[in-house]
Every structure is written in structure tokens, then in C-alpha cells.
């Protein structure tokens, strides 16, 4: 995505105050167009379907339907919108529900103005995951508590088996929490061919983007949670 290229941005919250927050940090921003509001899940679903934006910013406690039902029925949808969803703690199983629904990253609601406008940028451009490390220490925590590493081990999806090993490398890589550059740097490859690889890896599993991949990767074994105490 060009840096000339508008995204267009849904605000989903049941709170006014917040809503007029992150429009007013957005609209201060040439490349970045506020599209609609919405004060709950349904409406949101609904406005997704008329406005067709880039990027949803949503809200998971709300009335009428939350934000995990939005996004689940908004992804199912078979929309290409990208979903961040924005939670109070970091380690939060909404959060974790959120990314398995089809969200494409989550935010803590006291995020940074500069950091915000990066991730609504990031995400739309469907080249890396948001915080990546906290991703990665929020799938630890809940993957872990929800099986033993036996039981995920004998739940490896066969579609694993159509990676090339540079590919399943790529995707241990990316499940680790490392940027394109990052990735680059270690196996002394152009950050090109990683973005090419990448797209490989998606494609074959039938994956929506980078953040579905370390959730399918931590889902189906091919990770396992390490430390106990990260």
C-alpha cells in the first residue's frame, strides 16, 4: 500500500468519548478517513456491510452484541475488512477470542496517538502483526491453558504437510513474534522474499493474514508454549 492510498476506518465502541478520542487522532492524519461509528456489535455488522472499510477498530464489551460476535459474523462475512480489536489488559481472553474470531490484531485502549495510527496503518496494509510480542505472550498464555502440548501435537493439520521447509521455517519465524526484517536478517534473506514467502504460507493454509497464521501455528502444534513463566 502506497503512502498516498486513503484507508478508510470504522470506529466501533459503546463509549462516545472514546469514539470522539481516536477520531480525533486518526482525522489528524492526511492518509486516514473516518467512515462511520457505531455503538455496538450489530451496528457495526451492518455498517461494515455498507461502508466497506479498511480497517475496524472494536470495542469487545458492548451491548446488543460484542465485539468477538461482530467480528466473527463481519470475518465469516467473507469481508476483506481488517479487524483490530481494543481491550483493556494485555493478556485478555477476549482479546485471545477476538484473534481466533478473525481479528487481525488487538490494541490496549490507552495506546499510544502515535502508536494507534501505526497499527491502523500496519494492519491495513496486511504486512505484520501489532505488537507482535505481546501477541505472541497472549497465545502462550491461553493456548497453554486450553491443551497440553500431546493433545495440540495430535491436531496437526494435515495442510501443514504442503509448506516447503523454508516455508514452515517462515511460519515458526513469524509465530516467534519477528517482523518481515526480522525474518530477513536471520536466514540472510531480501525482506522481499520473505513478504513472497509469506504470502505462499497464507495462501496454502487459507489464512486471512500474518496474525491468523501464529494463531493457526500455536492452535495446531506446530509451536508449542515454552515458558511457563513468560
Known sequence: MTETQEIT??????????????????????????VGEASDGAEAVRLVRELNPD???????MPVLDGIEATRAITGSG???RIIILTTFDVDEYAFAGLQAGASAFLLKDVAPSELISAVRVVASGDAVVAPRVTQRLLETYVRGAKQPAQA???????????????????EAMAEGLSNGEIAHRYF???ATVKTHVRRILTKLHLRDR???????????LVVPSNPDY
Open 9 to 34: 476506518v470504522l470506529l466501533v465502541d459503546d463509549q462516545p468519548l472514546l469514539r470522539m478520542g481516536f477520531r480525533l487522532i486518526l482525522e489528524g492524519e492526511d492518509d486516514l478517513r473516518i
Open 55 to 61: 480497517v475496524v477498530l472494536m470495542d469487545v464489551r
Open 79 to 81: 469481508s476483506g475488512v
Open 153 to 171: 501435537a495430535a491436531q496437526r493439520d494435515p495442510l501443514l504437510e504442503d509448506l516447503t521447509p523454508r516455508e514452515t521455517e517462515m511460519l
Open 189 to 191: 534473506l531480501s525482506e
Open 211 to 221: 496474525v491468523q497464521a501464529v494463531v493457526y501455528a500455536y492452535e495446531t502444534g
